[in-house]
Nanobody, 111 residues
């Protein structure tokens, strides 16, 4: 059974940073592409960043140069480093692997 558990969200001022983590279990981590999505109130869920099983990364235009997706192979954990945060980054952030989703972690960017 696959489990994805996000953590690291919170309230941060504009220009600040947060690091999200997604602890995985039941995932063959070395064989899986993974992603971060987000959903703001009243909006559809959108793709933020992806990382392939070989480590290739891709980002939504809105976060390029500010966010970095990475893997900790030893801990089977996915990360999202978010810098230069903006109010429009406010959303619930979800970890994804195939058809599997975490419960989400709230990120609020506000002064």
């Amino acid at each position: 059974q696959v489990q994805l558990v996000e953590s690291g969200g919170g309230l941060v001022q504009p220009g600040g940073s947060l690091r999200l983590s997604c602890a995985t279990s039941g995932v063959i981590f070395t064989h899986s592409g993974m992603a971060w999505y987000r959903q703001a109130p009243g909006k559809q869920r959108e793709l933020v960043a992806t990382i392939s099983k070989l480590g290739a990364t891709d980002y939504a235009d809105s976060v390029k140069g500010r966010f970095t997706i990475s893997r900790d192979w030893a801990k089977s954990t996915l990360h999202l480093q978010m810098n230069s945060l903006k109010p429009e980054d406010t959303a619930v952030y979800y970890c994804n692997e195939g058809d599997n989703w975490g419960q989400g972690t709230q990120v609020t960017v506000s002064s």
